[in-house]
């Protein structure tokens, strides 16, 4: 793994834990790619309403040093929170080709 590869994982590892919406999470990936990051939930019926599992979300790095594919576990939040989050990250996967 490289030194960039590396420094990725620990960005993704200090989100866990952390509560977003898919904007303010895009927006947060975007910038540390240094690319446009569109996260999309995947796996699940959206208008499923059983708060008890585990969402998948999942993106893809096309930059050079980054290339791979990302998982993002999220956790949806019953009520959206006051600064507009919906979902808190749980656990994070990665695949670098």
Not at 36 to 41: Q, R, S, T
């Amino acid at each position: 793994m490289t030194s960039r590869e590396k420094e990725v994982v620990g960005f993704l590892e200090s989100l866990v834990n952390k509560r977003y919406n898919l904007e303010t999470l895009g927006e947060e990936l975007s910038n540390h790619f240094d690319e446009e990051i569109k996260p999309e939930f995947v796996g699940i019926d959206q208008d499923d309403d059983d708060g008890l599992t585990d969402w998948n979300i999942m993106f893809n790095s096309e930059n050079e040093d980054t290339y791979g594919y990302f998982d993002i576990y999220v956790l949806m939040m019953r009520r959206e929170g006051w600064d507009g989050s919906t979902f808190m990250i749980t656990e994070i996967g990665f695949e670098f080709d």
